[in-house]
């Protein structure tokens, strides 16, 4: 069974950055594509990036293209993300998901299994 842990969260001012990470479980993260997605409150959940499984191909949405960075380490079985110039409108529950697939996806409904959320929180 895989497992996915996120930290890396908080309270940061407009501007400012914060690194996301994920530890995962399980004998199967080297050939999944992972994601992070984002919710906040009364919205429903939104993709922000993808990596395949090798890091060789990543895509970003374009409301965090230029801004966030998605990578991998798959020695140690954790997947990052990198978040530079934070806007109040970042502010939200972080997840980090796994898929099936080894090659990136931008649907909630290509990821199998997710964490239980970390909390970034943005101030103007």
């Known amino acids: 069974q895989v497992q996915l842990v996120e930290s890396g969260g908080g309270l940061v001012q407009a501007g400012g950055s914060l690194r996301l990470s994920c530890a995962a479980s399980?004998?199967?993260?080297?050939?999944?594509?992972m994601g992070w997605f984002r919710q906040a409150p009364g919205k429903e959940r939104e993709f922000v990036a993808s990596?395949?499984?090798?890091?060789?191909?990543?895509v970003h949405a374009d409301s965090v293209k230029g801004r966030f960075s998605i990578s991998r380490d798959n020695t140690k079985n954790t997947v990052y993300l990198q978040m530079n110039s934070l806007k109040p409108e970042d502010t939200a529950v972080y997840y980090c998901?796994?898929?099936?697939?080894?090659?990136?996806?931008?649907?909630?409904?290509?990821?199998?299994?997710w964490g239980q959320g970390t909390q970034v929180t943005v101030s103007s």
């Open positions: 998901a796994q898929s099936t697939s080894p090659f990136w996806r931008r649907q909630v409904n290509g990821y199998t299994y």
């Open positions: 399980g004998h199967t993260f080297s050939s999944a594509a």
């Open positions: 990596i395949s499984w090798s890091g060789g191909n990543t």
